[in-house]
């Protein structure tokens, strides 16, 4: 026997990282301000005025989370030119996949044909698609996954109540996915992040899912509730300074941006953010908010699909994502588009 201690083989992994292909999912239906409305005794006026949101997508039966999340992520395997079964890890940000065991990512890992990928879950709520750029990043530096899928998918209309004028008219429904992977130069910058628990029931449920067990069950299924103003003053001074460390961190000032992308939440917020950052004229600034609502999770990989589609920002550009919400949690970094 040795006197000396074993010592162990590091992972290996290569220098750098980046989005190497995005792809997105949209329900068929579209719903209007105008059939929001009438429930929470407002108008259409009202509700572009408040959130710059003129219609949101809502999910039908068999759109579920897997079903919409291996579609997105179908088209982001696509895009990136990667087989499957080299995808290492998969991840899904999620908040509304109401079944906890097993993780969901597991069922869309199986629905892609990632037979050879670890699969688990993010709950970061509406930041859970930049936590995950950031943990996929490091796994692909680190060694333990050549290629990861990351998904964000969401059902929010199962989770709101309809019934409640500071929130229904926000939310809607989709799935948008990234494969992250090798890169010969930086494509994922210092990710700047953060939560501040002291304010966890700013963004929250009505209740427990344990309510619903035993005597004293609840008239209604536990659903989202929002303080609006107080998470508008957050969002719009507490993002600003995340962003401008991440932009710093990453050794780039706005000017070099070809794309602001940050979590459709509200148009309000969009540009109040794009105005204090100083973001010049001519960088893309993703509204996805107006036609999709805010879409949690799904909301920053499904505007940056949007922008690369539409030309409006290119590919190997760089973009400031930002995202943000319950907990309250914030995960901010720049990242080159695929």
């Not at 530096?141 to 929010?156: Q, T």
Request: aromatic share 6%.
């Amino acid at each position: 026997m040795s006197d000396q201690n074993p010592v162990l083989r590091p992972p290996v992994g290569p220098a750098h990282a980046r989005i190497l292909g995005v792809g997105g999912y949209r329900p068929a239906r579209a719903v209007t301000n105008d059939e929001i409305a009438p429930r929470i005794n407002s108008s259409d006026e009202w509700i572009r005025e408040r959130s710059g949101i003129v219609q949101r997508r809502f999910a039908d039966a068999e759109e579920t989370v897997p079903h919409m999340g291996a579609a997105a992520a179908g088209k982001a395997l696509a895009q990136a030119g990667i087989a499957p079964e080299n995808v290492g890890a998969v991840m899904v940000a999620t908040s509304t996949h109401f079944k906890q065991i097993p993780a969901v990512a597991t069922e869309i890992a199986y629905k892609v044909g990632a037979v050879n990928a670890a699969a688990f879950d993010i709950s970061a709520a509406c930041a859970g698609f930049t936590h995950g750029v950031a943990l996929a990043g490091d796994m692909v530096r680190g060694g333990s996954a050549d290629y990861v899928l990351l998904v964000g998918a969401e059902r929010m209309s199962d989770l709101i109540d309809h019934d409640d004028r500071s929130s229904a008219f926000l939310f809607g429904d989709g799935a948008g996915a990234a494969v992250i992977g090798p890169s010969p130069t930086p494509g994922i910058g210092t990710v700047v992040w953060g939560a501040d628990g002291s304010q966890r029931e700013v963004i929250d449920q009505t209740s427990s899912w344990l309510d619903l067990r035993g005597p004293g069950v609840p008239d209604r299924f536990p659903a989202l509730t929002m303080q609006g103003p107080t998470v508008f003053r957050w969002a719009v001074y507490e993002m600003a300074k995340a962003a401008q460390q991440a932009l710093d961190a990453a050794g780039i000032t706005s000017d070099q941006l070809a794309a602001f992308i940050p979590h459709q939440a509200n148009l309000r917020i969009i540009e109040t953010l794009a105005r204090t950052l100083k973001v010049p004229a001519g960088v893309a600034i993703a509204r996805d908010v107006v036609d999709s609502g805010n879409t949690s999770a799904a909301s920053i990989p499904l505007a940056m699909e949007r922008l690369l589609e539409t030309g409006q920002a290119p590919s190997g550009g760089l973009a400031l994502t930002i995202g943000f919400g319950a907990g309250l949690s914030y995960a901010v970094q720049v990242i080159t588009l695929p």
